[in-house]
């Protein structure tokens, strides 16, 4: 019923930059929120980045500065501009978004299958 594919990520050295994009798709009645959240091995997912429907973003402290969410509504897609990036930025990124279907009562979670981004010299 719903769709969300990423695309962007890669193989990058230290110091560059990568866009990631998650576009949603399908029975979509409404998004609220969307983000990214990102899981390294061996360790839990955790929070990069939401954005509201109003455009107020949270970030996670070591993405602030240096990476910037974003959303274009009509398309139903959101976006993380990743720069200055570091080793320890080497994960699997994962789009999330907060939506209600057509015919649907409530609000769900739906995830994207996630992009590799490793940082490496």
């Known amino acids: 019923q719903v769709q969300l594919v990423e695309s962007g990520g890669g193989l990058v050295q230290p110091g560059g930059s990568l866009r990631l994009s998650c576009a949603a798709s399908?029975?979509?009645?409404?998004?609220?929120?969307m983000g990214w959240y990102r899981q390294a091995p061996g360790k839990q997912r955790e929070l990069v980045a939401t954005?509201?429907?109003?455009?107020?973003?949270n970030y996670a402290d070591s993405a602030k500065g240096r990476f910037t969410i974003s959303r274009d509504n009509a398309k139903n897609t959101v976006y993380l501009q990743m720069n200055t990036l570091k080793p320890e930025d080497t994960a699997v990124y994962y789009c999330?978004?907060?939506?209600?279907?057509?015919?649907?009562?409530?609000?769900?979670?739906?995830w994207g299958q996630g992009t590799q981004v490793t940082v490496s010299s």
């Open positions: 399908g029975s979509i009645f409404r998004i609220n929120t």
């Open positions: 999330n978004a907060v939506l209600k279907i057509y015919g649907g009562n409530w609000y769900n979670a739906y």
């Open positions: 954005i509201t429907t109003g455009d107020r973003t």
